[in-house]
């Protein structure tokens, strides 16, 4: 039986952790909030102390935490996971963090024959859980050769983006600067059809059937409708993270990124009004703007 590895077992990663042990995978993990813990052990999971630990039990090593120290340290830190892995063990980096911050750990890892794949993953909290997550791996054709049974356990998509660490997070920080302005026109749509007294089942039903339908735009306004703004599996946090590294690579490049930069605000005013919420939490603070809330059977 192959082992994988698993460090941060939040929305995303207990989702990454419940498909490799579906696929037959004994996975060690660990996470530093007890309720995902006691969570991971109930689904067959082997709990862990500390990434060494989970670095001794893995041939590869998920790592879907929310920032690029946070990987360092669970890598490179006193414990981490370069105390223990053994040579040839492959690291995956799901976590979505800043391109240079790839490039640099990438460099750190050089001569220590330890793989890296930097391959950031889309598909949210749904896609996560059923193992149907689009992944955006960089590294030599011959490592995600080698590791592509652990990546196909949690994913249903794999696109070879490049070779190098920050490749992935490149093109997944251009996704997210898309995403988050389909998301920031769905809460204005939405707040639009509340005024005009629109039925929250006419606009998905429209908008669902139409050019613009998607699963990002579909998915946001079965949410909005049904006033589902917490406990869904989609912190504002991580969103508001994704756009904030989109918006400082388009600062590197010199790309002006005028539409990214609106949702960017429309997701913090979000985030800074409900702290605690999901990312469609951000069409409340437009709704108490104008005074209407757009519901499944009419606007109220």
Known sequence: MKTAGIIGIGDMGSGLARNLIANGFAVTGIDLLEHRMDDFIAMGGTPANSPAEVGRSADAVFIMVMKGSEVEEVIFGDDGLLTTLSPGSTILLTATIKPHEAREIGARLEGHDIHLIDTPVSGGFPGAQGGTLTMMAAAPGQVLDANRNVMEAVSATI?????????????????????????????????????????????????????????????????????????????????????????GLGEELGVPLHTAAAAMQIFHAGRTKYPDGDNWVCTRVIEEIIGAELHRDGAK
Not at 193 to 216: E, H, N, W, Y
């Open 159 to 247: 696109h070879r983006v490049g070779t190098s660490p920050g490749e992935g997070q490149t093109v997944k920080a251009c996704l997210q600067s898309l995403i988050g302005a389909q998301f920031s026109a769905t809460f204005e749509a939405a707040a639009l059809a509340a005024k005009a007294g629109v039925p929250g089942q006419v606009i998905l039903d429209v908008f669902s059937t139409s050019s613009a339908g998607c699963g990002v735009v579909n998915n946001a306004l079965e949410k909005i409708i049904d006033r589902q703004f917490q406990g869904t599996g989609s912190h504002i946090n991580t969103m508001h993270k994704d756009l904030t590294i989109s918006m």
